[in-house]
Protein backbone atom coordinates (compact mmCIF):
# COMPACT_ATOMS: atom_id res chain seq x y z
CA UNK A 1 0.00 0.00 0.00
CA UNK A 2 1.52 3.62 -0.40
CA UNK A 3 0.94 5.41 3.02
CA UNK A 4 0.82 9.02 1.83
CA UNK A 5 -1.97 11.57 1.88
CA UNK A 6 -1.15 13.12 -1.53
CA UNK A 7 -4.23 12.55 -3.79
CA UNK A 8 -2.45 12.22 -7.41
CA UNK A 9 -0.77 9.04 -6.14
CA UNK A 10 -4.07 7.34 -5.19
CA UNK A 11 -5.59 9.08 -8.43
CA UNK A 12 -2.37 7.08 -10.46
CA UNK A 13 -3.04 4.03 -8.58
CA UNK A 14 -6.81 4.16 -9.67
CA UNK A 15 -5.77 5.08 -13.41
CA UNK A 16 -3.33 2.14 -13.50
CA UNK A 17 -5.70 -0.70 -11.96
CA UNK A 18 -8.58 0.58 -14.32
CA UNK A 19 -6.16 -0.19 -17.33
CA UNK A 20 -5.03 -3.37 -16.26
CA UNK A 21 -8.76 -4.35 -15.51
CA UNK A 22 -9.90 -3.49 -18.81
CA UNK A 23 -8.77 -6.86 -20.26
CA UNK A 24 -7.70 -8.61 -16.52
CA UNK A 25 -9.51 -10.68 -14.21
CA UNK A 26 -7.62 -9.01 -11.50
CA UNK A 27 -8.15 -7.26 -7.86
CA UNK A 28 -6.35 -4.36 -6.50
CA UNK A 29 -6.06 -3.52 -3.08
CA UNK A 30 -5.59 0.28 -1.06
CA UNK A 31 -4.00 -0.95 2.26
CA UNK A 32 -4.13 1.83 4.86
CA UNK A 33 -5.36 4.63 6.80
CA UNK A 34 -5.31 8.41 6.57
CA UNK A 35 -3.50 8.47 10.13
CA UNK A 36 -0.59 11.19 9.63
CA UNK A 37 -2.50 14.07 9.48
CA UNK A 38 -5.11 13.44 6.84
CA UNK A 39 -8.12 15.52 6.28
CA UNK A 40 -10.80 13.04 7.21
CA UNK A 41 -12.77 13.15 3.60
CA UNK A 42 -9.39 11.90 2.39
CA UNK A 43 -11.19 8.56 2.16
CA UNK A 44 -13.83 9.43 0.69
CA UNK A 45 -11.84 10.90 -2.30
CA UNK A 46 -10.00 8.24 -3.00
CA UNK A 47 -13.60 6.10 -3.12
CA UNK A 48 -14.97 8.66 -5.44
CA UNK A 49 -11.55 8.04 -7.65
CA UNK A 50 -12.78 4.43 -7.85
CA UNK A 51 -15.72 4.96 -9.17
CA UNK A 52 -18.63 2.05 -10.12
CA UNK A 53 -16.85 0.91 -13.14
CA UNK A 54 -14.56 -1.03 -10.59
CA UNK A 55 -15.83 -0.87 -7.36
CA UNK A 56 -16.11 -4.45 -7.17
CA UNK A 57 -12.22 -4.76 -7.95
CA UNK A 58 -10.61 -2.19 -5.82
CA UNK A 59 -10.98 -2.99 -1.97
CA UNK A 60 -10.31 -0.54 0.67
CA UNK A 61 -8.22 -2.65 3.55
CA UNK A 62 -8.10 -0.78 6.59
CA UNK A 63 -4.63 -0.12 8.67
CA UNK A 64 -3.00 -2.84 9.34
CA UNK A 65 -0.61 -3.25 12.62
CA UNK A 66 0.88 -6.66 10.73
CA UNK A 67 1.12 -6.35 7.26
CA UNK A 68 2.38 -10.47 6.84
CA UNK A 69 -1.40 -11.26 6.11
CA UNK A 70 -1.53 -8.75 3.88
CA UNK A 71 1.56 -9.65 1.80
CA UNK A 72 0.47 -13.34 1.78
CA UNK A 73 -2.87 -12.42 0.10
CA UNK A 74 -1.26 -10.47 -2.84
CA UNK A 75 1.25 -11.37 -5.84
CA UNK A 76 2.39 -7.99 -6.65
CA UNK A 77 3.13 -4.86 -4.75
CA UNK A 78 2.92 -1.63 -6.48
CA UNK A 79 3.88 1.76 -5.74
CA UNK A 80 3.06 4.75 -7.68
CA UNK A 81 5.12 6.93 -6.22
CA UNK A 82 7.56 8.91 -8.18
CA UNK A 83 10.59 10.20 -6.27
CA UNK A 84 10.13 7.77 -3.31
CA UNK A 85 12.69 8.35 -1.50
CA UNK A 86 13.08 4.55 0.09
CA UNK A 87 9.58 2.78 0.11
CA UNK A 88 9.63 0.76 3.05
CA UNK A 89 6.77 -1.00 1.82
CA UNK A 90 8.37 -2.43 -1.33
CA UNK A 91 10.81 -3.99 0.81
CA UNK A 92 8.73 -5.37 2.90
CA UNK A 93 7.11 -6.62 0.20
CA UNK A 94 10.29 -8.03 -1.09
CA UNK A 95 10.97 -9.59 2.11
CA UNK A 96 7.71 -11.28 2.03
CA UNK A 97 8.52 -12.90 -1.35
CA UNK A 98 5.86 -10.51 -3.07
CA UNK A 99 7.65 -8.83 -6.43
CA UNK A 100 6.84 -5.06 -6.92
CA UNK A 101 6.52 -2.58 -9.42
CA UNK A 102 7.32 0.98 -9.00
CA UNK A 103 9.06 3.68 -10.78
CA UNK A 104 12.31 3.49 -11.90
CA UNK A 105 13.48 7.06 -9.83
CA UNK A 106 11.94 5.44 -6.63
CA UNK A 107 15.15 5.15 -4.21
CA UNK A 108 14.54 0.93 -3.88
CA UNK A 109 15.35 1.08 -7.57
CA UNK A 110 18.38 2.36 -6.70
CA UNK A 111 19.61 -0.68 -4.58
CA UNK A 112 17.36 -3.41 -6.05
CA UNK A 113 18.32 -5.19 -9.29
CA UNK A 114 15.09 -5.15 -12.21
CA UNK A 115 13.85 -8.66 -13.01
CA UNK A 116 14.72 -10.44 -9.36
CA UNK A 117 11.60 -9.34 -8.05
CA UNK A 118 11.28 -6.41 -9.66
CA UNK A 119 9.91 -4.53 -12.36
CA UNK A 120 11.09 -0.76 -13.03
CA UNK A 121 9.05 1.47 -15.27
CA UNK A 122 10.18 4.89 -16.94
CA UNK A 123 9.02 7.82 -14.22
CA UNK A 124 5.73 8.59 -15.02
CA UNK A 125 4.59 6.17 -17.75
CA UNK A 126 1.38 4.59 -16.43
CA UNK A 127 1.34 2.36 -19.33
CA UNK A 128 4.34 0.87 -18.78
CA UNK A 129 3.49 0.33 -15.37
CA UNK A 130 0.55 -1.49 -16.36
CA UNK A 131 2.09 -3.82 -18.64
CA UNK A 132 4.13 -4.62 -15.76
CA UNK A 133 1.64 -5.93 -13.89
CA UNK A 134 0.08 -7.45 -16.53
CA UNK A 135 3.54 -9.57 -17.01
CA UNK A 136 3.13 -10.69 -13.54
CA UNK A 137 -0.98 -12.31 -13.87
CA UNK A 138 -0.19 -13.04 -17.02
CA UNK A 139 2.71 -15.82 -16.55
CA UNK A 140 2.46 -17.59 -13.86
CA UNK A 141 5.66 -19.35 -14.30
CA UNK A 142 7.32 -16.27 -14.15
CA UNK A 143 5.58 -14.67 -11.35
CA UNK A 144 6.82 -18.07 -9.05
CA UNK A 145 9.80 -17.11 -10.51
CA UNK A 146 9.69 -13.38 -9.15
CA UNK A 147 8.38 -14.73 -5.93
CA UNK A 148 11.76 -16.52 -5.09
CA UNK A 149 13.78 -13.41 -6.54
CA UNK A 150 11.96 -11.29 -4.62
CA UNK A 151 13.08 -12.59 -0.98
CA UNK A 152 16.19 -13.75 -2.30
CA UNK A 153 16.78 -9.63 -3.00
CA UNK A 154 15.48 -8.64 0.06
CA UNK A 155 18.08 -11.09 1.98
CA UNK A 156 20.72 -9.69 -0.30
CA UNK A 157 19.84 -6.44 1.55
CA UNK A 158 19.44 -6.98 5.22
CA UNK A 159 21.83 -5.05 7.32
CA UNK A 160 23.44 -7.87 8.97
CA UNK A 161 24.23 -10.12 5.80
CA UNK A 162 25.73 -6.11 3.98
CA UNK A 163 28.09 -5.60 8.01
CA UNK A 164 28.76 -10.01 7.51
CA UNK A 165 30.32 -8.92 3.33
CA UNK A 166 31.98 -5.46 4.47
CA UNK A 167 33.93 -7.17 6.82
CA UNK A 168 34.82 -10.06 4.59
CA UNK A 169 36.08 -8.02 1.96
CA UNK A 170 38.05 -5.77 4.29
CA UNK A 171 39.53 -9.07 6.22
CA UNK A 172 40.56 -9.83 2.69
CA UNK A 173 42.00 -6.75 1.84
CA UNK A 174 44.34 -6.43 5.24
Not at 44 to 53: R, S, T, W
Not at 137 to 157: E, M
Not at 161 to 169: H, S
Amino acid sequence: GVQTCDLPIYDRFVRIARNVLRDRNAHFAIVGSPVFGCDPEFMHEIDALVGDDIRERVHFVPWQDDMRSVYAAIDVSVNCSEREPFGRTSLEALASGVPIVCFDDAGISEIQIDGDGAAFVPAGDEGKFADAIRGYLDDPKRLAQAKVGARLSATALDVGELDRKFFEVIQRAG
